[in-house]
T-cell receptor, first 113, second 113 residues
């Protein structure tokens, strides 16, 4: 089944404790992206990658890191999480850039205490 | 500053009514997409519009891209409870860096039986 998977789905952590949210797609897509969704603010792009070893900043990259060492994986790293990073995170992928279809993962709900 | 402004933010209607959701910007977009998101899930693509003035129909849903490619609308005829969800527009600003995808804040639609 073609899909984007994210792990974990739910995570409660404390300020300053490094964490990684994994994202994997099995559709051989070149383009991958991370978003955060906050009430009243909609979806905001954090980072995106147009291919292996090519990443770039979106709207809200501060406090996040990403890497794209393989085509299928695009992990999101929070080196020192803070409470303002409490949010719902989505990974998405597409074969190429918009107007191609973006396929979204199921989301990761992160709470930073 | 939100690049894509959606209105209304909330819409609560009875089954059988018609409705229109708007997505506006001062920027020109090379394409616009509409997604629907249900609770606990990632957004799912409904349609992509690429040409100014383009109209696309998906059963009871009609999507229009403005002639100047700065706005789009989603019209639902005879809404049903199954149409309930968060509707998001997203686009690639022609003046932005390749790969940047912008989302509106969404319209939360509730259709009552």
């Amino acid at each position: 089944e073609a899909q984007v998977t994210q792990n974990p789905r739910y995570l409660i952590t404390v300020t300053g404790k490094k964490l990684t949210v994994t994202c994997s797609q099995n559709m051989n897509h070149e383009y991958m992206s991370w978003y955060r969704q906050d009430p009243g603010l909609g979806l905001r792009q954090i980072y995106y990658s147009m291919n292996v070893e090519v990443t770039d900043k979106g709207d809200v990259p501060e406090g996040y890191k990403v890497s794209r060492k393989e085509k299928r994986n695009f992990p999101l790293i929070l080196e020192s999480p803070s409470p303002n990073q409490t949010s719902l995170y989505f990974c998405a992928s597409s074969y190429t850039l918009v107007p191609d279809t973006q396929y979204f993962g199921p989301g990761t709900r992160l709470t930073v205490l | 500053t939100q690049l894509l402004e959606q209105s209304p933010q909330f819409l609560s209607i009875q089954e059988g009514e018609n409705l229109t959701v708007y997505c506006n910007s001062s920027s020109v977009f090379s394409s616009l997409q509409w997604y629907r998101q249900e609770p606990g899930e990632g957004p799912v693509l409904l349609v992509t519009v690429v040409t100014g003035g383009e109209v696309k129909k998906l059963k009871r849903l009609t999507f229009q891209f403005g002639d100047a490619r700065k706005d789009s609308s989603l019209h639902i005829t005879a809404a049903q409870p199954g149409d309930t969800g968060l509707y998001l527009c997203a686009g690639v600003d022609r003046g932005s860096t390749l790969g940047r995808l912008y989302f509106g804040r969404g319209t939360q639609l509730t259709v009552w039986p």
